[in-house]
DNA sequence: GCTGGTAGTAGACGGTGTCTACTCATCCTG
DNA sequence: CAGGATGAGTAGACACCGTCTACTACCAGC
């Protein structure tokens, strides 16, 4: 517990801690003011509800997920074709490593809250993405902004739908890295 | 109210309307037996827990959207790329229309109850999907599941992201026509 | 006519989010 | 230096929730 940290921001990240070590159930108001040590009640100065404290950890995820991207990004580089390969396997990665995180950061109810929403703080990620899909696409014909957008929606479907567990059933693969390899040269064209 | 349906259907009906009127914070074990007449220790008879009660209305939302895609194609008709789009329509409608339902019956932490899992009822629907794909795909490369999985995990997406806001926010569109056409081909090639 | 099981009731229990009244320390002002 | 205002956190109440258990009608079969 670092020394001169305020009580706003231990909440979020020991809410953060029980959320990815304990799951979306564990992290109620009572719970996590409990873990900081203070009484149930001391949370409402800095977040007047449970949602927006749930969206400030949620956000807090993004924040994460992004700084990620981006490191990994620097640190692989390659063309734009590739790097969008590293970026998704990144999204990925996070997606099923940290689960519980990942199913906060896109739950509808806790959109709004925080005086910066939750798509806003998404929003420097899409925009990386956009990018490099300008870069990298190969046919002039859907706008940039499309083509990111359907792919983002495709890693978002895989990243959900393989957590819930239904891609493995169908599809009987162990891990979804047919199904990225597939999203990707579907969206962008075959590797270089 | 129909005159002699079992108190364990009227629960799933009254919930699943309580679902669609009122979203999923509503549907609460308790409101669900007012709204159904019933005391509130009436349902443990039929559903040991609130999230098997749960369970059955999203997969009564399963075999709902199952039966209004095998109609839509019946009607419909057209090549297999055509009743492709046709399903993918009656998909992104679906999640569209009703939000609650379709994001009850995704939820992770009821994938398990009933005697007939979440995943389960979900599967012909996803077989429909692949014996489509297995007949329009263009190229024999990526197999025929790979390119299902592929295929739904974009519409999912794109069903999650829209309802979520981002994908209007990112790229401007007002509805995710655009998104959908952009899938398709990328997945199955132009159409005829 | 009694008996046994079935369907539903009613109340208790611990937990939750929210609200309100309160303490207590700290700081600013006179 | 005294005193009041302000901010931070406490503690208890409230209604609601899911679960569990004891109880009561009711109805079929012997």
Redesign the pocket.
């Known amino acids: 517990m670092q020394a001169d940290e305020?009580?706003?921001d231990r909440l979020i990240r020991v809410g953060g801690e029980l959320l990815d070590n304990e799951g979306p159930s564990?992290?109620?108001?009572?719970?996590?003011?409990?873990r900081a040590?203070?009484?149930?009640?001391?949370?409402?100065?800095?977040?007047?509800?449970?949602?927006?404290?749930l969206s400030a950890i949620a956000r807090d995820g993004f924040t994460d997920l992004t700084t990620r991207a981006n490191s990994a990004l620097a640190e692989a580089g390659g063309n734009p074709r590739a790097q969008l390969a590293t970026l998704a396997q990144v999204y990925l990665d996070f997606a099923a490593t940290r689960r519980g995180r990942y199913e906060l950061m896109f739950r509808h109810d806790l959109l709004e809250s925080g005086h910066l929403g939750l798509r806003d703080t998404s929003l420097p990620l899409f925009r990386l993405l956009t990018d490099l899909v300008a870069q990298a696409r190969p046919a002039p014909e859907p706008p940039a902004q499309v083509t990111a957008g359907a792919l983002w929606a495709n890693l978002h479907g895989i990243a959900q739908l393989w957590n819930w567990g239904s891609l493995t059933l169908a599809t009987g693969a162990t891990d979804p890295a047919a199904l990225l390899d597939a999203t990707l040269t579907a969206h962008l064209g075959p590797a270089a």
């Open positions: 305020g009580l706003r564990a992290v109620s108001l009572r719970e996590i003011a409990r040590g203070v009484s149930h009640g001391a949370p409402r100065r800095y977040f007047p509800t449970h949602l927006e404290l």
